[in-house]
């Protein structure tokens, strides 16, 4: 079992930064993929990013490149997500989630966090 937990979530303004933290316990995660997925009210829950706990090789969706970064912490097994020149659509809650393979599709992971509500405001 591996437990995951978000932190960080709240409200900017369009232009501004919030950093997510995902703090995950319960087994070695050498061998995971850990992602974040993002769900707005009447959507389908979508990849955001991941990176690979071995290596740190990161994927990023299109609408958040360039703007969005994740990284690990090995000593502290947390995984970070800054997300920098927010906009309005990126208004959502945001899950962290951990998966032993590196894929952009929610079926290919294991385990979630409660989730996290970001709002950013135009």
């Known amino acids: 079992q591996v437990q995951l937990v978000e932190s960080g979530g709240g409200l900017a303004q369009a232009g501004g930064s919030l950093t997510l933290s995902c703090a995950a316990s319960g087994r070695t995660l050498i061998s995971y993929t850990m992602g974040w997925f993002r769900q707005a009210p009447g959507k389908e829950r979508e990849f955001v990013a991941a990176i690979r706990w071995f290596g740190g090789s990161t994927y990023y969706a299109d609408s958040v490149k360039d703007r969005f970064l994740i990284f690990r912490d090995n000593a502290e097994l947390t995984v970070t997500l800054q997300m920098d020149s927010l906009k309005a659509e990126d208004t959502a809650v945001y899950y962290c989630?951990?998966?032993?393979?590196?894929?952009?599709?929610?079926?290919?992971?294991?385990?979630w966090g409660q989730g996290t509500q970001v709002t950013v405001s135009s």
């Open positions: 989630a951990a998966g032993t393979r590196a894929s952009t599709g929610r079926g290919e992971y294991d385990y």
